[in-house]
T-cell receptor
Framework: KAGVTQTPRYLIKTRGQQVTLSCSPISGHRSVSWYQQTPGQGLQFLFEYFSETQRNKGNFPGRFSGRQFSNSRSEMNVSTLELGDSALYLC??????????????FGQGTRLTVV | DAKTTQPPSMDCAEGRAANLPCNHSTISGNEYVYWYRQIHSQGPQYIIHGLKNNETNEMASLIITEDRKSSTLILPHATLRDTAVYYCIVRGLYGGATNKLIFGTGTLLAVQP
């Protein structure tokens, strides 16, 4: 079974631009969560989608948004990029939501560098 | 949210057992203990989880104390490839039915040859 796939793996963008990252969850998984990892703040939860609906959102500005498609693939978008948005963006997929017995599996991440 | 406390770093000799402790004294009765690890610049890898009984899988064993206030992740025969940051996470239903994971700073395990 294929794991979680994130594309692209690396990205360089200029301040003020916008960026879209993609995540394909494990086949059959319907929950996709996004995380941001920086050296200063560590791993922080961005948002979760399940059945095309946002279920929870972390403490990030509105420039960070996401969506999920009917095939469970998810995208996240960051508009008006700032230097501080440089980070490793990780996607995790789970078969269910709201079940604390269900593990989440992470992708390899997208490394975004804003210059 | 239940908080976890882990030592910032630990060393282990290759081939020996690595015992990684985690304190979670404020854990609630319905919260699970999860362990993930992250090898440099890769995505976190799920290791194991449990509620109150000891658990074992092909990667590791999880020992949870009877009062559930602490746990230990055991890698029985550490190899150099086990060098990583290990995260202990207490998982509950925060703000409703979600899969949100709250990561702390973890323990950097360095396996020495």
């Amino acid at each position: 079974k294929a794991g979680v796939t994130q594309t692209p793996r690396y990205l360089i963008k200029t301040r003020g631009q916008q960026v879209t990252l993609s995540c394909s969850p494990i086949s059959g998984h319907r929950s996709v969560s996004w995380y941001q990892q920086t050296p200063g703040q560590g791993l922080q939860f961005l948002f979760e989608y399940f059945s095309e609906t946002q279920r929870n959102k972390g403490n990030f500005p509105g420039r960070f948004s996401g969506r999920q498609f009917s095939n469970s693939r998810s995208e996240m978008n960051v508009s008006t990029l700032e230097l501080g948005d440089s980070a490793l963006y990780l996607c995790a997929s789970s078969s269910r939501t709201g079940d604390v017995r269900t593990e989440a599996f992470f992708g390899q991440g997208t490394r975004l560098t804003v210059v | 949210d239940a908080k976890t406390t882990q030592p910032p770093s630990m060393d282990c000799a290759e081939g020996r057992a690595a015992n990684l402790p985690c304190n979670h004294s404020t854990i609630s009765g319905n919260e699970y203990v999860y362990w993930y690890r992250q090898i440099h610049s890769q995505g976190p890898q799920y290791i194991i989880h449990g509620l109150k009984n000891n658990e074992t899988n092909e990667m590791a064993s999880l020992i949870i104390t009877e009062d559930r206030k602490s746990s230990t992740l055991i890698l029985p025969h550490a190899t150099l490839r086990d060098t990583a940051v290990y995260y202990c996470i207490v998982r509950g239903l925060y703000g409703g039915a979600t899969n949100k994971l709250i990561f702390g700073t973890g323990t950097l395990l360095a396996v020495q040859p």
